[in-house]
């Protein structure tokens, strides 16, 4: 099955700075890379997601871009704010248009604690 | 405004009992996902549903039961808790939208069980 490794586990930035989070996927089959915000006590939601036929895509100050060759994708956040700090979970899985009868599934890093400092 | 609700938000059980977690959705999504969330582990997926009457095993299946009978809710069973199944549990559906995105899943607040 798929595996997706996430680094780094905690990541601390001054207001202003940027912040990249980086993952790696082990199923090259994966066409479909979220990132999740996760806020305290509540539940994922997502912020930027990006297809494997697509090498980057940007939303603000938010872009996400993705090696296929590789088997990895990053996060990157600019201008950081102190409510960017949250835990961020990038994902793996595959779309319905990929076929087979296993889609949707979600296989999430192990999450990254990002805290700005204003 | 649609959305996906969890109840109850927080329980406490003890070691043997069964316990189960409701999830109900109003976006009319087809695809339903219970996750557990653990410290170093990320969400990992317990069960899913493509549709009434569909349900699959997922990564972490072993002493979880889910059902679908209507295309709203995808209750969480433990059949019999375990100390092992003390973790927070989301909830997620997903669908084709009026916006053509049928690959975002909306999560649930969440449930913090907890088995002593």
Same mark, same amino acid.
């Given at each position: 099955?798929?595996?997706?490794?996430?680094?780094?586990?905690?990541?601390?930035?001054?207001?202003?700075?940027?912040?990249?989070?980086?993952?790696?996927?082990?199923?090259?089959?994966?066409?479909?890379?979220?990132?999740?915000?996760?806020?305290?006590?509540?539940?994922?939601?997502?912020?930027?997601?990006?297809?494997?036929?697509?090498?980057?895509?940007?939303?603000?100050?938010?872009?996400?871009?993705?090696?296929?060759?590789?088997?990895?994708?990053?996060?990157?956040?600019?201008?950081?704010?102190?409510?960017?700090?949250?835990?961020?979970?990038?994902?793996?899985?595959?779309?319905?248009?990929?076929?087979?009868?296993?889609?949707?599934?979600?296989?999430?890093?192990?999450?990254?604690?990002?805290?700005?400092?204003? | 405004?649609?959305?996906?609700?969890?109840?109850?938000?927080?329980?406490?059980?003890?070691?043997?009992?069964?316990?189960?977690?409701?999830?109900?959705?109003?976006?009319?999504?087809?695809?339903?996902?219970?996750?557990?969330?653990?410290?170093?582990?990320?969400?990992?997926?317990?069960?899913?549903?493509?549709?009434?009457?569909?349900?699959?095993? /997922?990564?972490?299946?072993? &002493?979880? @039961?889910?059902?679908?009978?209507?295309?709203?809710?995808?209750? $969480? +069973?433990?059949?019999?808790?375990?100390?092992?199944?003390?973790?927070?549990?989301?909830?997620?559906?997903? /669908?084709?939208?009026?916006? &053509?995105? @049928?690959?975002?899943?909306?999560?649930?607040?969440?449930?913090? $069980? +907890?088995?002593?």
């Amino acid at each position: 099955g798929e595996n997706v490794e996430q680094h780094p586990s905690t990541l601390s930035v001054q207001e202003g700075d940027s912040a990249v989070i980086k993952c790696t996927y082990s199923d090259s089959a994966s066409n479909y890379f979220p990132w999740y915000k996760q806020e305290l006590g509540k539940g994922p939601q997502l912020i930027i997601d990006i297809r494997s036929n697509v090498g980057e895509k940007k939303d603000q100050r938010i872009a996400v871009t993705l090696n296929k060759t590789a088997k990895h994708f990053s996060l990157h956040i600019t201008e950081t704010q102190p409510e960017d700090s949250a835990v961020y979970f990038c994902a793996a899985s595959l779309t319905p248009e990929a076929g087979g009868t296993s889609y949707g599934k979600l296989t999430f890093g192990q999450g990254t604690i990002l805290t700005v400092h204003p | 405004d649609a959305e996906i609700t969890q109840s109850p938000r927080h329980k406490i059980t003890e070691t043997g009992r069964q316990v189960t977690l409701a999830c109900h959705q109003t976006w009319n999504h087809n695809n339903m996902f219970w996750y557990r969330q653990d410290l170093g582990h990320g969400l990992r997926l317990i069960h899913y549903s493509y549709g009434v009457q569909d349900t699959n095993k /997922g990564e972490v299946s072993d &002493g979880y @039961s889910v059902s679908r009978s209507n295309t709203e809710d995808l209750p $969480l +069973t433990l059949e019999s808790a375990a100390s092992s199944q003390t973790s927070v549990y989301f909830c997620a559906s997903s /669908g084709p939208t009026t916006s &053509g995105r @049928s690959n975002e899943q909306f999560f649930g607040p969440g449930t913090r $069980l +907890t088995v002593l």
